[in-house]
């Protein structure tokens, strides 16, 4: 009913609207006040985190995005190597766990049965299984070592939006967790990084303040029959998030692809006035990350491209090569998908909405996969 949806013509644009609270409700607890993390919930004792010494992250869809950027994050402040993987590939490869493998599950039903399956095969090999889900009480986090609840409250609208970013949150708050309790090199900027991840939801609030030109350009795309994305680093599944949130919602087709992989094959696919969205690394610290995907852009400009790009606010040296700029505050770069992303789910709502799309029911999907 419009009740239900809070005055939204849509549940998604409900769930997008409420996604600043969402990160703040994830949050909410777990930072005491020093600035340390309290994850006490996480009933893994901290002895057992100080022996992991491998981390899997097995989770499908749009779960799936957001553990290929907890990859990022965990590599580079706990130093674990750090794999993520498909749930529905996962338990047919044989993969390789024992006793100090740690795997994270993550899930927003809590339902999905591959993913369901893979934890299962993996606490059978001794791992330790520590779930990530929004649905309390739900089978997979009751079938695991311990679970760590992202706050996002219901999410009713197929297309996963605010789950995604408390996924984000949470593999963020685990990954600095397992920094913190380990005692890495990186002891000063996880400090820095707690502090900014408590503004971000103010930043995602900014960016939601900010999307009429997104809309309104995502409306002139309506007749389009194809739209990719290009990203690096965490930007790379934040384009692989874009596309499936087109896919699902405007039935076009979308590819994600990382931006050095362009000339090993899909530039071949640019022609004149083709769609190409383009996530753009902060310009500060990481600048090499920055300036290769600006080359990128003038690559793919060059033969044709309309270039929509979305780059931090200030970023002057991409401006010139935009011809749509799409802004987001500076955040530090890991946690970027979680304003960067913000866009694209409005992007592709607008675009099912021009085309005459049911946004909250794309057709052949279901909220929660519970067969293989
Ligand atoms: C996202 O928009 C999807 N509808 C889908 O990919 C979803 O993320 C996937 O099915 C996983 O669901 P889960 O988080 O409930 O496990």
């Not at 190597?81 to 766990?97: H, K, N, Q, V």
Request: negative net charge.
């Amino acid at each position: 009913s419009a009740a239900e949806k809070g005055g939204y013509d849509y549940f998604m644009l409900k769930e997008i609207a409420e996604q600043p609270k969402a990160v703040a409700d994830t949050l909410l607890g777990r930072i005491d006040e020093a600035g340390s993390l309290t994850l006490d919930e996480v009933r893994i004792p901290a002895s057992v985190l100080r022996e992991v010494d491998k981390v899997v992250i097995v989770a499908c869809g749009t779960a799936y995005h957001a553990g290929m950027i907890a990859k990022y994050a965990i590599e580079h402040w706990t130093r674990i190597p750090c794999e993520t993987e498909l749930a529905s590939e996962f338990r047919y490869r044989d993969p390789i766990m024992d006793p100090r493998t740690l795997v994270i599950a993550i899930s927003q039903s809590g339902e999905t049965m591959d993913t369901l399956m893979a934890l299962r095969h993996a606490r059978e090999q001794g791992a330790k299984v520590l779930a990530i889900c929004n649905t309390n009480g739900s089978t997979i986090p009751r079938e695991s070592d311990a679970v760590l609840y992202t706050h996002a409250g219901p999410e009713v609208a197929v297309a996963s939006t605010k789950a995604f970013l408390t996924q984000l949150v949470a593999c963020y708050l685990v990954a600095l967790y397992l920094g913190q309790v380990r005692g890495t090199k990186w002891g000063d900027e996880i400090q820095s990084v707690i502090r900014e991840l408590s503004e971000i939801g103010t930043q995602v609030e900014q960016v939601l303040e900010t999307m009429e030109p997104v809309r309104e350009l995502a409306r002139t795309l309506a007749d389009k029959n194809t739209v990719l994305f290009l990203g690096r680093h965490v930007g790379y599944p934040v384009a692989l998030e874009g596309a499936l949130k087109l896919k699902e919602l405007a039935y076009m087709h979308a590819e994600g692809f990382a931006a050095g992989e362009l000339k090993h094959g899909p530039i071949a696919l640019i022609e004149e006035d083709l769609p190409v969205v383009v996530v753009v690394p902060s310009p500060r610290g990481r600048s090499v990350l920055h300036d290769k995907i600006v080359s990128n852009i003038q690559e793919i400009r060059a033969r044709g491209a309309r270039t929509i790009v979305i780059a931090e606010r200030g970023d002057t040296t991409v401006a010139p090569y935009a011809d749509h700029l799409i802004e987001i505050p500076a955040t530090p770069t890991l946690l970027q998908p979680l304003v960067a992303t913000v866009p694209l789910q409005v992007f592709a709502c607008e675009l099912a909405t021009a085309r005459g799309n049911e946004v909250d029911q794309p057709r052949n999907l279901a909220k929660s996969v519970t067969v293989e």
